[in-house]
């Protein structure tokens, strides 16, 4: 992972790129929903097929658009394009409005070209995509949220299903999305907190799709919402982990310094959060920063550099890295 020659780009980069990934996953409020029934309400079987379609549909199918997405009160339209070349996913994301921005995903490197116009450079895992959609299982997400139908919508000129996953308390935020019904792209979606209400928005407001001429891609490696739990080994313990959450995930990503930061990624089988543990203090952060939804908390530890980061409430990273510990420290921690 590449993430440029300072810390301070580091922490910006991340930002960044989890809130432009995040972001396509994310957004727009639902003005003119249906009402949902009871009978709505219990179509756990007809919300489940439709997230399955949707996030096959994601992965396999060609296609390209406008995108409009609101957050903070500020609007930006977007170009976004998504191929299959011979079983191989390319995806472009190109800001519209505002300062120029650029994502482009192909093979196994995201490149993101921020405002400043400094590139980055970093390995993917083979599974994020702009529209991520993989792994979402309702069964897997009854403690923390509850699934279900809210209706019927419009979007693009298309008929849409609306599918809610609503939070079940505030340390976790939800989705509700528009799902074609021809092709099962979702055209709309909202990211929601506990009260249903539109934390960031996004949009759809032309789109094509079409199948890919060759093979489709094949699925590779495991979904992050689907990860069996693991526990941490080697010298970190966390505690107070925000309820619902499992770690997952814990690898290595080498600096171009020879430095090592470990990541551990946290799960709720929908919403995730990253804890980053460098040595380089330099340029580090402390306290909190926000980009929209994506919030990131960060504090030292005995000449550790630790930082929280995810599409998450404030509350849960700031509860995440205020939980990390030296296995050796614990109790005076």
Not at 126 to 140: H, K, N, V
Not at 145 to 173: F, K
């Amino acid at each position: 992972m590449s993430l440029g020659d300072s810390r301070r780009v580091w922490v910006a980069g991340l930002l960044v790129i989890l809130c432009w990934t995040c972001a396509i996953a994310s957004a727009v409020a639902s003005e003119g929903e249906a009402p949902h029934s009871a009978g709505e309400d219990a179509q756990t079987g007809r919300s489940a097929e439709l997230l399955a379609r949707m996030a096959e549909a994601v992965r396999s199918l060609d296609y390209e658009g406008t995108l409009v997405y609101l957050h903070e009160n500020r609007l930006e339209a977007m170009d976004l394009r998504h191929q299959v070349v011979d079983g191989e996913v390319h995806e472009r994301l190109i800001s519209l409005s505002g300062p120029i921005r650029a994502v482009v995903r192909a093979q196994e490197r995201v490149m993101c070209v921020m405002p400043n116009g400094h590139p980055i450079s970093v390995e993917q895992n083979g599974q994020s995509r702009f529209l991520e959609t993989e792994g979402i299982d309702p069964d897997a997400l009854v403690d923390n949220y509850e699934v279900r139908m809210l209706g019927a919508a419009r979007i693009a000129g298309r008929d849409t299903d609306v599918v809610g996953i609503i939070p079940r308390d505030a340390l976790r935020y939800g989705y509700r999305f528009h799902i074609d019904r021809e092709t099962a792209l979702p055209l709309k979606s909202d990211l929601i907190d506990q009260e249903q209400q539109p934390l960031e928005q996004l949009m759809f407001t032309s789109v094509a799709v079409r199948s890919p001429e060759g093979p489709a891609p094949e699925s590779s490696g495991q979904p992050v919402r689907s990860a069996p739990a693991t526990s941490a080994e080697g010298r970190w313990r966390f505690l107070e982990v925000p309820a619902g959450f499992e770690l997952v995930m814990h690898d290595e990503m080498k600096q171009p310094g020879g430095s090592i930061i470990e990541h551990f990624m946290f799960t709720d089988r929908l919403s995730a959060y990253s804890i980053y543990i460098d040595q380089d203090m330099e340029n580090g952060l402390e306290g909190a920063a926000s980009i929209g939804a994506v919030h990131a908390a960060g504090r030292s530890l005995r000449g550790y550099q630790l930082i929280a980061v995810g599409e998450v409430p404030m509350q849960t990273v700031q509860q995440a890295v205020g939980g990390v510990r030296l296995k050796d420290a614990a109790d005076s921690q």
